[in-house]
């Protein structure tokens, strides 16, 4: 018989924050993908004995950097530059440099190899083709809910707001050198593993137990961390972590996305300390957000409310945006959430991507781009690429992949 299973939450201040950003190691002479995560991670280990910032993954062409915990978004940003600056001795050694986007555009998944982990393993085993598809690198944000009876009013809160997210990051328009005509592939591909994409959406938490616990009777997860839905309770650390968002190239538009997945948290948790209810949407309009999200990016028509409303993508943007103004001046973070704005202008992840691409023919100039854009920590106007390139500074090395 399946006894009953308590999930505690750990005690977490409210509105503490902690960002994992997931790094892409590229080999500076092909921009290809290299797997040498294990080489790096040995060498952080020995010169920074007590390190936190800097973690492995599953792939070994993947490192992560994860911040401290912190109550400012320029705080964690700094954790994550601290990281980087750690790392950039020891990848040029290798003739490795360090960016990300949600894919690779045109490394081969089938080359990839795992960390020598068994966990990672074991998911490979289980999902098979699916599992050797995973070469996606995505942001994770924690934002500390202080009491248990707010995580799923706040889940399903911000389950109405993951399409804007997910748009805003969209960063992996190409797959294995094919253009997918998706803004954010990443999330197709992610949905492949059984336990993720769009949140279950509970009322009470017993009934996320009881989900748990079917789950892990019957072997699909052996243990929490292995739901990966979108936006999931961390109950090991006391936070919602919203994961839906492809990674970034540049540490400005990481900032700008904590900040906007913070002021949400902490004005949804606002809204039910004034006894209000919160605003929530149907499951199967939320799948359909993420699609539309996925294909359209911020071109998309959104569906915003649970009465089936739709909207421009742009129209629901600046309203949010206004709304949590006020939270972001309490927050400290209203500069980095203001960022959002440049962002749409100069263009998100994938449309810088794609300017690059099609106006160069080639996904090394693509690659070589968000290179430029890590190093110099913002987005950079894909022109300045495009006017490198044609006047020679690159010359592709494996053809036209569009």
Same mark, same amino acid.
């Given at each position: 018989?399946?006894? +009953?299973m308590?999930?505690s939450? +750990?005690?977490?201040?409210?509105?503490t924050l902690?960002?994992?950003?997931e790094?892409?190691?590229?080999?500076?002479?092909?921009?290809d993908?290299?797997q040498?995560?294990? +080489?790096i991670?040995a060498?952080v280990?020995?010169?920074?004995?007590?390190?936190?910032?800097?973690?492995?993954e !599953?792939?070994?062409n993947?490192?992560?950097l994860?911040?401290?915990?912190q109550?400012r978004?320029?705080d964690?940003?700094?954790?994550l530059?601290e990281?980087?600056?750690?790392l950039?001795p020891i990848?040029?050694?290798?003739?490795?440099d360090?960016t990300s986007?949600?894919s690779?555009?045109?490394a081969?998944?089938?080359?990839?190899?795992?960390s020598?982990?068994?966990r990672?393993?074991?998911l490979?085993?289980?999902?098979?083709?699916w #599992?050797?598809? !995973?070469?996606?690198? #995505?942001t994770?944000?924690?934002?500390g809910i202080?009491?248990r009876?707010?995580?799923?009013?706040l889940?399903?809160?911000?389950?109405?707001?993951l399409?804007?997210?997910?748009a805003l990051?969209?960063s992996?328009?190409y797959?294995?050198?094919?253009?997918?005509?998706y803004?954010?592939?990443?999330?197709?591909?992610?949905?492949?593993l059984?336990?993720?994409?769009?949140?279950?959406?509970?009322?009470?938490?017993?009934?996320?137990?009881?989900?748990?616990?079917?789950m !892990?009777h019957?072997?699909?997860i052996?243990?929490?961390?292995e739901?990966?839905?979108?936006?999931?309770?961390?109950?090991?650390?006391?936070?919602l972590e919203?994961?839906?968002?492809?990674?970034?190239?540049? +540490?400005?538009?990481?900032g700008?996305?904590?900040?906007l997945?913070?002021?949400?948290?902490?004005?949804?948790?606002?809204?039910?300390?004034?006894?209000?209810?919160?605003?929530?949407?149907?499951?199967?309009?939320l799948?359909?957000?993420?699609?539309?999200?996925?294909r359209y990016? !911020?071109d998309?028509i959104?569906?915003?409310?649970?009465?089936?409303?739709?909207?421009?993508?742009?129209?629901l943007l600046?309203?949010?945006?206004?709304?949590?103004?006020?939270v972001?001046?309490?927050?400290?973070?209203?500069e980095?959430l203001d960022?959002i704005s440049?962002m749409?202008?100069?263009?998100?992840?994938y449309q810088?991507?794609?300017?690059?691409?099609?106006a160069c023919?080639?996904?090394?100039?693509?690659v070589?781009?968000l290179?430029?854009?890590?190093?110099?920590?913002?987005?950079?106007?894909?022109?300045v690429?495009?006017?490198?390139?044609?006047?020679g500074?690159?010359?592709?090395r494996?053809?036209?992949?569009?």
């Open positions: 018989a399946r006894g +009953a308590a999930i939450f +750990a005690q977490s201040e409210r509105s902690g960002v994992e950003w790094l892409q190691l590229i080999d500076i002479d092909s921009e993908l290299r040498c995560a294990q +080489a991670l060498q280990l020995a010169q920074y004995p007590g390190n936190t910032l800097v973690h492995g !599953m792939l070994r993947t490192v992560e994860v911040s401290r915990k109550t978004v320029r964690a940003i700094a954790d530059n990281g980087l600056e750690m950039e990848t040029s050694a290798l003739r490795v360090l986007a949600g690779h555009p045109f081969n998944p089938a080359h990839q190899r795992v020598d982990s068994k990672y393993a074991e490979v085993n289980r999902t098979q083709f #599992g050797r598809q !995973m070469l996606i690198f #995505g994770h944000v924690h934002v202080e009491d009876a707010k995580v799923l009013p889940l399903a809160f911000l389950s109405t707001q399409g804007r997210i997910q990051t969209a992996s328009p797959w294995a050198g094919t253009d997918t005509g803004c954010d592939n990443r999330a197709m591909v992610f949905q492949q059984p336990t993720a994409g769009v949140p279950q959406l509970f009322t009470r938490w017993e009934e996320l137990e009881h989900y748990t616990r079917d !892990m019957t072997g699909i052996s243990n929490f961390d739901i990966r839905w979108d936006i999931r309770p961390s109950p090991r650390l006391g936070t919203v994961r839906v968002c492809d990674s970034s190239s540049n +540490a400005a538009e990481i700008a996305i904590a900040a997945i913070h002021c949400l948290v902490e004005y949804g948790s606002r809204a039910l300390d004034r006894g209000e209810e919160l605003p929530t949407i149907s499951p199967w309009f799948a359909e957000n993420k699609w539309r999200a996925a990016g !911020m998309a959104l569906i915003e409310d649970i009465h089936g409303n739709e909207r421009h993508i742009d129209e600046d309203e949010m945006i206004e709304k949590l103004r006020p972001a001046e309490d927050l400290d973070c209203a980095e960022f440049t749409r202008s100069i263009g998100v992840g810088r991507q794609k300017a690059v691409a099609d023919g080639s996904l090394e100039a693509v070589s781009h290179r430029a854009e890590t190093r110099t920590g913002h987005p950079l106007d894909p022109q690429t495009i006017n490198a390139f044609t006047e500074a690159h010359t592709p494996s053809g036209n992949h569009n």
